[in-house]
């Protein structure tokens, strides 16, 4: 099974740009889906980007399409989230999470990593 890691949250200005990074370990990375997740705080978890197994497809929540870009390097087991034009609704933990399905159903994923926060200040 995999273990997910991620890193790259911090405090930001609405306008700025993050980049959050996604380490596998422990499995085949490339046998996996690999989601980002968000919740914010009282609000369910929500999902925001997919990539396929092999990286060649993204699928992204209509509230981030245009500014978040999802990439992976399954050389070295990475999924990044290129967040451009934060807004201050951007602010939530976000996850990664990884299934051997092709999925936006967020309960199905079924590993997760622990989270990053990201907050957008107006």
């Known amino acids: 099974q995999v273990k997910l890691v991620e890193s790259g949250g911090g405090l930001v200005q609405a306008g700025d740009s993050l980049r959050l990074s996604c380490a596998g370990s422990g499995g085949t990375f490339s046998n996996y889906v690999i989601a980002w997740i968000r919740q914010a705080p009282g609000k369910e978890r929500e999902f925001v980007s997919s990539i396929t197994w092999s990286g060649a497809t993204s699928y992204y929540a209509d509230s981030v399409k245009g500014r978040f870009t999802t990439s992976r390097d399954n050389s070295k087991n990475m999924v990044y989230l290129q967040m451009s034009s934060l807004k201050p609704e951007d602010t939530a933990k976000y996850y990664c999470?990884?299934?051997?399905?092709?999925?936006?159903?967020?309960?199905?994923?079924?590993?997760w990593g622990q989270g990053t926060q990201v907050t957008v200040s107006s």
């Open positions: 999470a990884a299934d051997v399905s092709l999925t936006k159903t967020v309960l199905w994923y079924d590993y």
